[in-house]
């Protein structure tokens, strides 16, 4: 087998986390047809198929997944050299600009995350402004932005953007009220919501049951189960933040995706040393997303 040069794994990486050849090679800088090209060689110097070629995207195979930890590890390596050879404390100062959504539940990752950054850089000073409202990267709103897109969504091509983790929604009910529809003693209901449910999550009608209420806003749907209103659907990372114990997914439901946390910032700014710090620490969040949040055991 060829050996593996580190050009061949910054394609490996980019193709992996960005999940397609054009948007790997906005990352890199580089056209669309060189990182189909260097994908094939590597492909055939291995002798072996890193990503399956599907309508979604490029999807990772057994073997990529075996080769991506060692591409990892380089790439740490490689960046913790280059920032100790631009000069730590000359270059990593000023200001970042962090744009995030107005949602408790993945602000306090960021926020613990962000906290650890600045501990680590003290001489950069972070602006973080929280707001639902779309952010234009391109005319430097903010230097970063964390966002939440819908399952089908992709950042446009001037934009770097790596997928922090999956949210996921379910079905859930509170215990008391759960035990006592058992026993005949109340009615089960569905809490409806004006915003359309993400798809193949069951409907009333799938669990054969009545829509009584209709609760529009997660926090409030959240109290409204709390408080045994009914079953609703809630994001998983709701419930798992709030440390609702009596609050549980409705027995023989599974949780649907319906959001991809990403990580944005324009192409124009790969080179800076504050960027590349900022960015590097935020992507461990990608390696310890919650399980819960993906509607897993914890």
Known sequence: MQELSWDDLKVLLACS?????????????VSNSTVARRLEVLEAAIEGRLFDRTPDGLLATALCEELLPIA???????????LRLTGRDAMLAGKLKVSIADFKPVNELLFRSLNEFSQAYPRIQLDVRSSNDKVDLSRREADFA???LKLEERPSKDIVGVKLGVLTTGLYVHKTLLAE?????????FIDSS???PAGLPTAADLGIKVRHSVDGPIARLDAVANQMGVAALA??????????????????????????WL?????LRQSARIRALFKHLLKLEENWPAEWMGQPA
């Open 17 to 29: 986390r960005h999940g397609s050849t054009r948007t790997a090679a906005c990352a890199l800088g």
């Open 72 to 82: 990892k590890t380089v790439e740490d390596t490689i960046s913790d050299g280059q």
């Open 146 to 148: 964390i966002r939440g």
């Open 181 to 189: 529809a058992r026993l005949g003693k109340r009615e089960l209901n």
């Open 195 to 197: 915003r359309t449910a």
């Open 236 to 261: 998983c990372c709701s419930v798992a933040e709030a440390g609702l114990i009596d609050v549980v997914r409705l027995p023989d439901t599974e949780s649907v995706p319906h959001r991809h946390v």
């Open 264 to 268: 944005l910032y324009h192409k124009d």
